[in-house]
């Protein structure tokens, strides 16, 4: 039989997530939450977060499985802790004051974009997603996490299936069919789009037509003002830069320190496999040509340096360095951007570093960076003093503030913060996204308003507006 267009394909894909979607719209609540504790569950139990976590490195030669076991389990059982008692179906609330009452509705066939950064959580927590919603969803992974998600998929609908509900509410492009053109279909015949992976894959969901949730580049930016104990900040930071080899976009790409304190932190990540490069020193040369092959022409990264460990990055550059070596930093004190590529996204456990003499020369370090790349998604602070939190909050154009925690273990939500867990990191418009905040399951739902009539509220304008406002405009005719 002949391969079919990509157009055919996925409407084909598309036909059966409708007639799954039409069988899901009638669910109750009580078959939404059972569904989605038997996926959350089933993907999780016994070794099996580590099996996936191997095949998605072995796949494509990113990360460590132990720490995608670890992610997906936080990952996984996180957002189910947080759909788990939640109402999804049927009237939500019901206000008596204002005579209002809201009915959740499903969106129909979602089209869920995935990363290989995060393939081995990402198709699990997306899936449920969609079955708390009584939506369907087709996954569409990056080519170098193809078999996994097939792997994956299949279990969740065997799940699906021997529970007797339609298997069709979770299905993935075949591995024959994952390529750009199918992703594009896929945002274009289904009813709406949860995109999570590169810039330019993102931009393409906001501009398919269908409506869409899409994440910002991440480049998050740390400041450090000696508050905190150097022992406990450096601590945080090589488990947050050297997680799954940095896979994720909420680590610790840029690091601002105050003068101060700098040689004692420096001395501290040293003891925890950190390596600094100084200005000007050639490794810090013969690092940059390894990451940026064509620099300073553009600020492509080369891919065989993504998601490696720092030793193996520094045996590309033919950089010598200390076993056990964890972390690799560049100081990078002037300038942003193509001519500084440090300043960027980096997608490894390599961070840029910057000494600082006060906090508004940090917060002008961090604004060069974000305008530079990763403005809209998290920056973070290690400090005892709450009103550089508060400056911080109100300056910087991100979407989260880490206080004192790990990055990436902390910004995509967790068990010890109180941010959502998401694969999908909302960056507001900073990060020309629709939203500023965590996506969750909430977020692939409708809704409809109930209005009944209550107590007129008209106020009186004497009343609502005061007299010198009053006095002021009138007299001005």
Same mark, same amino acid.
């Given at each position: 039989?002949? #391969?079919?267009?990509?157009?055919?394909?996925?409407?084909? $894909?598309?036909? /059966?997530?409708?007639?799954?979607? #039409?069988? !899901? !719209?009638?669910?109750?609540?009580? &078959?939404?939450?059972? $569904?989605?504790?038997?996926?959350?569950?089933? $993907?999780? #139990?016994? &070794?099996?977060?580590? /099996?996936?976590?191997? =095949? $998605?490195? *072995? *796949?494509?030669? =990113?990360?460590?499985?132990? &720490? #995608?076991?670890? /992610?997906?389990?936080? /990952? +996984?059982?996180?957002?189910?802790?947080? =759909? @788990?008692?939640? @109402?999804?179906?049927? =009237? +939500?609330? &019901?206000?008596?004051?204002?005579?209002?009452?809201?009915y959740a509705k499903p969106m129909g066939v979602v089209a869920g974009i995935m990363p290989v950064t995060n393939g081995e959580a990402t198709p699990v927590v997306k899936a449920n997603m969609a079955l708390k919603t009584r939506n369907a969803i087709i996954l569409a992974p990056h080519p170098k996490a193809k078999k996994l998600t097939v792997v994956i998929v299949d279990k969740i609908r065997q799940i699906i299936d021997a529970l007797g509900y339609p298997a069709d509410l979770v299905q993935t492009v075949d591995p024959e069919y994952v390529n750009l053109r199918t992703s594009q279909q896929l945002m274009k015949q289904c009813d709406f789009i949860l995109a999570t992976g590169g810039e330019a894959l993102v931009e393409e969901a906001y501009s398919s037509g269908t409506p869409a949730i899409g994440v910002g580049v991440g480049n998050t930016v740390s400041i450090i003002d000696g508050t905190t104990p150097m022992s406990q900040v450096a601590e945080m930071i090589v488990k947050s830069k050297s997680f799954d080899n940095a896979t994720s976009c909420s680590t610790e790409n840029n690091i601002v320190v105050f003068e101060e304190v700098y040689d004692e932190f420096i001395e501290e990540m040293a003891k925890r496999g950190g390596v600094l490069f100084r200005e000007g020193s050639e490794e810090k040369a013969k690092l940059r040509a390894t990451m940026w092959p064509n620099y300073p022409n553009d600020h492509i990264l080369n891919r065989a340096i993504v998601a490696q460990t720092a030793e193996k990055i520094a045996q590309l550059a033919e950089i010598e360095v200390p076993a056990g070596t964890k972390v690799l930093m560049a100081e990078e004190n002037e300038g942003f951007g193509l001519e500084h590529p440090f300043t960027g996204e980096k997608l490894s456990p390599v961070s840029g570093i910057y000494k600082v003499k006060n906090f508004d020369e940090a917060l002008e370090k961090l604004e060069g960076i974000l305008n530079y790349m990763g403005k809209g998604h998290s920056c973070g602070i290690h400090t005892t003093d709450a009103e550089k939190v508060a400056r911080l909050a109100e300056f910087a154009p991100v979407t989260k503030v880490v206080v004192n925690q790990p990055q990436c273990l902390t910004n995509s939500g967790g068990f010890d913060c109180g941010f959502p867990v998401s694969m999908t990191l909302g960056c507001g418009t900073w990060g020309g996204n629709s939203i500023s905040h965590n996506a969750t399951w909430k977020d692939l739902l409708n809704f409809t308003y109930v209005s009944r009539q209550i107590p007129n509220w008209k106020p009186d304008p004497n009343e609502l507006f005061p007299a010198d406002i009053r006095a002021k405009v009138d007299a001005l005719g």
């Open positions: 039989m002949a #391969k079919m267009n990509e157009h055919d394909y996925v409407a084909m $894909l598309v036909e /059966k997530a409708r007639a799954a979607q #039409k069988v !899901a !719209a009638n669910f109750t609540q009580e &078959d939404c939450d059972l $569904l989605t504790a038997a996926v959350a569950y089933g $993907l999780t #139990k016994g &070794d099996d977060a580590l /099996k996936y976590g191997e =095949m $998605l490195v *072995e *796949e494509s030669g =990113m990360g460590i499985a132990t &720490d #995608k076991q670890a /992610k997906m389990y936080g /990952k +996984i059982w996180g957002s189910y802790v947080q =759909m @788990k008692d939640g @109402k999804s179906v049927g =009237m +939500i609330d &019901d206000n008596p004051a204002t005579g209002m009452q809201c």
